[in-house]
């Protein structure tokens, strides 16, 4: 306790009054104390004037647990006295009180906190640190008794307890023979794994680790879902095969990226230096899968184990045990999970627990580098929104009874490392929230700022290990509105980043990452992924992009897509043309461009190494009508630039959705619509083959019969297919009844199995995949499947494959 001496006697022989309480001042008017354990008291200091000329008495009210150490006292003319209030809490939990006299009042504001309990392990002793928060474990003095489940008639030494110990030996040599808390352990021991791929590690009882051949058609190479040949045990040899059955990959299709999905769970791996990514839901269908991008391409991962399929799970990751923690999430059956998962570079693995937090789903969720815990709060349960607070150390879950925000989901959080705090932002209870806090590892913060980015919830979320601030990314701003912005918090105030270029769509369910590796912020939200530079975001593929033309290039081993339609730019069409060479996409925006389009046709020359474009639109619906271009122009991309061909007859603007298709036997790029005529293209300029009707259906060039094929599927009458042999068509009713239920369709030729890969979205809007040999109609029944989109055949990686819009997917059959 410090008092303030009076700063003479002037008046000490003046008449003592009661002070008015015109003359009497207290600063400050209110008290707010820390957080005070119990049977440990805080102060603060308090400052009393006396305003009058003449000395005054000063009488104090005030209960307990508050108290201060003078109720009455005499304060001299124009002086001033420093008291102390002091706060000492007899239980946990808030208390409030008032400093009263004479008309004045000072509020006083406090929380006691029970005093945890510290467990003592063997031959130490424990006790809880007030001052540091944290149990403090000193050792148990030296020759004290001591005797545990593998030690008897002990002795304390150091810490230890040191003694006569059990004998676990069970004799067998492939276990790992312990003693622990509840006494002998014989776990499995882990022999060595061989250097050579195609032994594997045995164990017998007797000898213990050894090695045997391992089974032949095991995968010695790394499982590339999109190659056709890959290494597999023959005789314990490693040697490259065709795809065995027992590959993982076959009968399914596989994007070359993260599918399109929200809901994802994303953490930046620190140990392994790539972004994790985990499940997520595209509409109803939701997944448990797992991939990783190390910052020029993704791999899905296929782990002996994993979580279920979950959306709105959490992720954390735990520099310290080199870890990902994932907890929660949304179940397929609209339930919630309780589970905790970790991810170990390698497999998933499970971890049962004691005590969790209950069932929840879009908590918020950060790893605390200081105190090794990671740190989750709020989300929502069956109960409706929550805000409670859990600590995960790798072990066990402990909720810390703290105040803190309000209740909610859809927040953010992220560590902090300059500040060494936690800080979490925004959310939403029915109303979506704009405040900040910060978590220190022992109570919650809020922060109040001069400069604020208004309500986000969904937003990314990021430490910028350079530049050292949070970044905040997009999100919503109401239930129906997005927000673009970028902030940035310096943990005294926000300012925005301004002259971003966003590409491709309006960002939903953001996921932003620091990637340490390439020292850039990473953006994944439901149907992006891109990279902000220090001076614009660029993509990693393209944005979403639906009504996108794609053909393949089988001189240069390249897929080419062109055009489609960003909804995210106010309905903007691009000129963009990207490429795919089997690892990466690369953009291409050279100037003359064909201007951006959706619906175009595309097809390749493989004649004159030339992709061929020719007609699409940019119509949309507008106020009034249908508004925008049908276009008739021709365009050929060399690979490195494009060459506008023009020609005086062509075929007519805006039919929907051109198809060309090169047929090798006539040299040319041929366009038939049932309408409009078939036409031609030879390099040079179009001429009008045949005008009138043509044969309806998706059109393609069957390599087997080595004829321009029309193949018509219908729901209400036979299929057939027609072959155009250069001259006229053949019809050809199938010996098999085909209608399937369709309400998109599109087909490429298999040349590698000699049969056609259908792919359409059905009626109820679901998937299918058929596959037509010649003769019969086959329905495939793949693992997983895209949605509709253009196809085309990769004759370099012999797999056809599809556009989604979105995604681009190859087909493992």
């Known amino acids: 306790m410090v008092v303030m001496a009076l700063a003479s006697c002037?008046?000490?022989?003046?008449?003592?009054t009661q002070l008015t309480p015109a003359e009497l001042h207290v600063e400050p008017a209110e008290l707010e104390f820390p957080h005070t354990y119990v049977g440990h008291p805080a102060r603060r200091a308090l400052t009393v004037s006396n305003r009058g000329q003449q000395p005054g008495q000063v009488a104090w009210l005030i209960a307990e647990p508050f108290s201060i150490d003078r109720l009455e006292f005499t304060v001299g003319g124009g002086e001033s006295l420093e008291l102390t209030v002091e706060f000492a809490p007899t239980a946990p939990g808030p208390?409030?009180?008032?400093?009263?006299?004479?008309?004045?009042?000072?509020?006083?504001?406090?929380?006691?906190?029970?005093?945890?309990?510290?467990?003592?392990?063997?031959?130490?002793?424990?006790?809880?640190?007030?001052?540091?928060?944290?149990?403090?474990?000193?050792?148990?003095?030296?020759?004290?008794?001591?005797?545990?489940?593998?030690?008897?008639?002990?002795?304390?030494?150091?810490?230890?307890?040191?003694?006569?110990?059990?004998?676990?030996?069970?004799?067998?040599?492939?276990?790992?023979?312990?003693?622990?808390?509840?006494?002998?352990?014989?776990?499995?021991?882990?022999?060595?794994?061989?250097?050579?791929?195609?032994?594997?590690?045995?164990?017998d009882a007797l000898t213990g680790c050894g090695e045997e051949d391992a089974v032949d058609g095991t995968l010695c190479g790394p499982d590339v879902c999109t190659q056709r040949d890959v290494q597999i045990c023959v005789a314990g040899a490693c040697v490259t095969r065709q795809r065995p059955d027992t590959g993982r990959c076959e009968n399914t299709w596989v994007s070359l990226a993260m599918p399109a999905r929200n809901g994802r769970a994303v953490v930046w791996d620190s140990a392994r230096k790539k972004l994790l990514a985990f499940g997520g839901r595209n509409g109803t269908p939701m997944f448990s899968d797992t991939w990783e991008f190390d910052g020029q391409q993704w791999t899905q991962r296929f782990p002996a184990q994993s979580p279920p399929p979950l959306s709105f799970a959490t992720l954390a990751f735990d520099s310290f045990r080199r870890r990902a923690v994932l907890f929660g999430g949304q179940l397929p059956d609209a339930g919630r999970s309780?589970?905790?998962?970790?991810?170990?570079?390698?497999?998933?693995?499970?971890?049962?627990?004691?005590?969790?937090?209950?069932?929840?789903?879009?908590?918020?969720?950060?790893?605390?580098?200081?105190?090794?815990?990671?740190?989750?709060?709020?989300?929502?349960?069956?109960?409706?929104?929550?805000?409670?607070?859990?600590?995960?150390?790798?072990?066990?879950?402990?909720?810390?009874?703290?105040?803190?925000?309000?209740?909610?989901?859809g927040h953010s959080m992220v560590f902090d490392e300059r500040r060494a705090r936690i800080v979490l932002v925004g959310g939403y209870d029915g109303t979506v929230q704009s405040d900040l806090w910060e978590w220190d590892g022992t109570s919650w913060t809020e922060r109040h700022a001069a400069t604020t980015p208004g309500p986000r919830a969904r937003f990314g979320l990021a430490y910028d290990g350079d530049r050292q601030r949070v970044v905040m990314g997009f999100g919503s701003t109401s239930p129906s509105s997005y927000s673009g912005e970028v902030w940035e918090w310096d943990g005294l105030d926000w300012s925005e980043r301004t002259a971003l270029r966003l590409p491709g769509t309006i960002l939903l369910d953001p996921n932003l990452v620091w990637d340490a590796a390439q020292h850039r912020l990473t953006v994944l939200s439901s149907l992006e992924l891109f990279a902000w530079t220090g001076a614009e975001w660029t993509s990693f593929k393209p944005s979403y992009r639906p009504g996108a033309s794609v053909a393949f290039d089988s001189n240069r081993g390249v897929v080419v897509l062109f055009g489609g339609q960003l909804f995210g730019r106010a309905h903007q069409f691009e000129g963009e043309l990207w490429e795919w060479d089997g690892t990466r996409w690369s953009l291409h925006l050279p100037s003359p461009h064909p201007v951006g389009r959706y619906q175009a046709g595309l097809v390749f020359d493989r004649d004159r190494n030339r992709v061929v474009l020719f007609g699409g639109s940019n119509k949309l619906n507008q106020p009034g009508g249908l508004m925008g271009v049908d276009y008739d122009d021709t365009w050929e991309w060399d690979g490195t630039s494009w060459h506008e061909v023009t020609s005086s007859v062509r075929p007519p603007a805006g039919a929907a959705e051109a198809r060309?298709?090169?047929?090798?036997?006539?040299?040319?790029?041929?366009?038939?619509?049932?309408?409009?005529?078939?036409?031609?293209?030879?390099g040079t300029g179009w001429q009008q083959d045949q005008p009138g009707a043509q044969p309806n259906g998706v059109m393609l060039f069957d390599a087997s019969a080595s004829k321009l094929a029309a193949i018509a599927p219908s729901s209400s009458s036979t299929t057939q297919r027609s072959f155009f042999d250069g001259?006229?068509?053949?019809?050809?009713?199938?010996?098999?009844?085909?209608?399937?239920?369709?309400?998109?369709i599109d087909a490429a030729f298999?040349?590698?199995?000699?049969?056609?890969?259908?792919?359409?979205?059905?009626?109820?809007?679901?998937?299918?995949?058929?596959?037509?040999?010649?003769?019969t109609f086959t329905q495939r029944q793949p693992r997983v499947m895209p949605p509709f989109g253009p196809m085309l055949y990769d004759s370099t990686r012999q797999k056809v494959m599809l556009h989604d819009g979105t995604d681009t997917w190859v087909y493992l059959p």
């Open 10 to 16: 002037r008046g000490c022989s003046s008449r003592v």
């Open 750 to 775: 298999d040349v590698s199995r000699s049969l056609t890969v259908f792919h359409f979205a059905d009626s109820t809007y679901q998937p299918q995949t058929w596959e037509f040999d010649g003769a």
């Open 660 to 682: 060309l298709v090169f047929v090798p036997p006539l040299h040319r790029s041929l366009y038939v619509h049932p309408t409009l005529g078939r036409w031609s293209f030879d």
């Open 338 to 409: 309780s589970e905790t998962w970790e991810w170990d570079g390698v497999t998933w693995l499970a971890r049962p627990v004691g005590t969790s937090p209950p069932r929840r789903q879009s908590s918020g969720m950060a790893y605390d580098v200081v105190h090794r815990k990671t740190v989750l709060f709020g989300g929502t349960t069956s109960n409706g929104y929550e805000s409670d607070t859990w600590e995960w150390d790798g072990a066990r879950w402990t909720q810390r009874q703290v105040p803190g925000p309000s209740a909610r989901d």
């Open 95 to 203: 208390f409030t009180g008032r400093l009263t006299s004479q008309g004045l009042e000072v509020s006083l504001h406090g929380t006691g906190l029970e005093v945890p309990q510290c467990v003592a392990e063997l031959c130490h002793e424990a006790s809880f640190d007030v001052a540091q928060a944290s149990c403090r474990s000193t050792l148990t003095p030296d020759e004290t008794s001591c005797s545990d489940a593998c030690v008897s008639n002990g002795r304390c030494r150091a810490g230890s307890c040191v003694g006569q110990a059990r004998d676990c030996s069970d004799g067998d040599a492939c276990t790992l023979d312990a003693c622990g808390p509840t006494g002998c352990t014989h776990g499995p021991l882990a022999c060595p794994s061989p250097t050579n791929p195609c032994r594997a590690a045995t164990c």
């Open 727 to 744: 001259s006229t068509w053949t019809g050809q009713m199938f010996a098999t009844t085909w209608r399937p239920d369709w309400l998109r």
